[in-house]
């Protein structure tokens, strides 16, 4: 078996028991995504965003600067109903994120201590959100260290409060109602297609699937081996399949459900290897590594 001495550690391996003790998933808020990250090469990124299927058709685009901390980055977010999407360029270290929340956002605290008393150790912080040089507090990520070379990042979300005062002066809904899409509403447009991802396959690191499905299913979600690799299934009904990059790391499959269906299925080509595909009906499969 040949391993990849790049990833090594993999993304939770600072974890401080090792790996993480089975928790009662009964007692815990169950696990459903608050955004997902994935790295694609440049050439099928650069292309998908010339596209009017970006500028026009698929989902509403918020180009925002996420401060945390020190740290300023300048991303583009593909925002859907209840969660969103991020594309960066790459697929080596650090080009998947894997962002999970609760659906009530109450209870994401809750989750996070039982993390931490099952040695989970977590990076806290606060995420401002920049647009038109306005900045407001935007959410809280507990973010599990780790090394340099490791491919996917791991992190527990939650709404800023702040989010929900601020929006309770505008829909006169209590601030203590927390939920996702109440969130994102505000960005969110019904009238693109996209609505959220149901589905992504992405090829890590070998190194790093244990390490992942152990926090994971010690952290409530449904998590099924498939050979050497995962199906993790959460509350929303996404499912992650990560499987073991023998070869090149990175995205196989996204797909997404759509709040309309596409007239003619249509189907577009992205760089060498990238293939968009609406339909049948209201969902769309973006196949990467095609000959």
């Known amino acids: 078996m040949r391993r990849n001495p790049r990833a090594l550690g993999g993304v939770l391996l600072l974890l401080l028991a090792g790996t993480v003790p089975a928790m009662p998933a009964q007692s815990l808020p169950p696990l459903v995504v608050h955004h997902l990250r994935v790295g694609i090469d440049s050439v099928t990124l650069r292309e998908f965003r010339a596209s009017p299927l970006w500028q026009a058709q698929f989902a509403a685009v918020e180009a925002v600067s996420l401060v945390t901390g020190a740290t300023r980055v300048r991303r583009a977010l593909l925002i859907g109903r209840r969660s969103w999407l991020e594309l960066v360029e790459g697929t080596g270290a650090g080009s998947v994120e894997l962002g999970l929340t609760t659906e009530d956002g109450t209870r994401t605290a809750r989750l996070v201590s039982a993390w931490r008393r099952a040695g989970v150790r977590f990076d806290s912080s606060a995420v401002a959100r920049t647009v038109a040089g306005r900045s407001a507090p935007w959410y809280l990520r507990w973010a599990v ?144 590594d095609l000959p």
């Open 145 to 288: 260290p780790h090394t340099a070379g490791a491919m996917v990042g791991l992190e527990l979300d939650v709404w800023h409060p702040a989010l929900f005062a601020q929006l309770a002066a505008t829909d006169s809904l209590p601030p203590e109602m927390a939920d996702r899409s109440r969130a994102l509403r505000p960005h969110f447009d019904p009238a693109r297609f996209f609505s959220e991802v149901t589905h992504v396959t992405i090829a890590i690191p070998v190194e790093e699937i244990g390490p992942l499905r152990d926090a994971l299913r010690g952290g409530g979600a449904t998590v099924m081996d498939e050979g050497d690799g995962v199906d993790v299934v959460l509350e929303d009904g996404v499912r992650l399949r990560l499987i073991p990059a023998w070869e090149r790391p990175g995205v196989r499959r996204i797909e997404f459900y759509l709040t309309q269906a596409a007239p003619a299925n249509p189907s577009y080509r992205f760089g060498p290897t990238s293939r968009f595909r609406f339909g049948p009906g209201r969902v769309a499969t973006w196949d990467f």
